[in-house]
């Protein structure tokens, strides 16, 4: 159902996109990268090793956007470069923050995922909004070019938003799938 190769976004900062992409990446053994991170604290809840990637020379400590968190302008033949050097058959290209999110001041998440031309998967929260910041989402990726190959709903089926699972599914002409941190694995 994914893609061999895939990138994947988020509709905004904090909604699993890691989570998803350690079980994705864990269920079929594909190398998982993430090249840009920015409140990186190397401890614990540091995204990289997570979904097993190697720690990227593009990871800052300060919890801002990447654009203002890197003490150099960030240049995405850099950012390809790296990606190149991990690169495999079967992979997974992290994201940072949400579709929108600057890099640099020239680029961001929708040139470097254009760049690489990967189909996008997006990781949602299953939360009063969700709905809103998906279909936003997913249409801004599609006038950027790109292809979107599905929709994960993290934290799907939780007792607060029960219709955001149906409702996305007959919104979106794509896979819409769920991830309930129990299982550990996405539901189409």
Known sequence: ???PRVFVTGTDTDVGKTVVSAAICAADGRVGLKPIASGVTGGPQDDAPRIGSPRSPFSYEKPVSPHRAAPDEIQLDAVLAWIDEHAAPRMLVEGVGGWRVPIS???????LARALGFPVLVVAADRLGALNHTLLTVDAIRRDGLE???????????????TNLDDLRRLLDVPVGTFAHAGREIVW
């Open 105 to 111: 001041w020239s680029f961001g998440v929708p040139e």
């Open 1 to 3: 159902m994914i893609p």
């Open 148 to 162: 979107v190959c599905g929709v994960v709903l993290n934290d799907a089926h939780r007792a607060s938003v029960p």
